[in-house]
């Protein structure tokens, strides 16, 4: 019983911050790539970051040098550190997962998680 499950979306003024953390459980192993994708109502669901099991890490354009994603292998979570948020980072967030090392596309991930909101008012 594959599961991953978003937390620590909310409300948040622009230039705030806010870190959204996913739990995953079941066959999903420390070695797997686990991403993030958002999507906003009325268009595609996007990616945002990913990190490969030994650490290695990589962005959307529209979010580097504002999103860091991390892992802590331990405790089974892949964190989302967003800061400098702005009104267009407005989205629901997915966290994904597969093995090997999945790039940015969405159909290179097996795995989803139900999502959290991300509001960030101007």
């Known amino acids: 019983q594959v599961q991953l499950v978003e937390s620590g979306g909310g409300l948040v003024q622009a230039g705030g911050s806010l870190r959204l953390s996913c739990a995953f459980s079941g066959r999903i192993f420390t070695t797997y790539g686990m991403a993030w994708f958002r999507q906003a109502p009325g268009k595609e669901r996007d990616f945002v970051g990913r990190i490969w099991g030994g650490g290695s890490t990589g962005y959307a354009d529209p979010v580097k040098g504002r999103f860091t994603i991390s892992r802590d292998n331990t405790k089974n979570l892949v964190y989302l550190q967003m800061n400098s948020l702005k009104p267009e980072d407005t989205a629901v967030y997915y966290c994904?997962?597969?093995?090997?090392?999945?790039?940015?596309?969405?159909?290179?991930?097996?795995?989803w998680g139900q999502g959290t909101q991300v509001t960030v008012s101007s």
């Open positions: 994904a997962a597969n093995s090997g090392f999945p790039g940015d596309a969405r159909s290179g991930y097996r795995y």
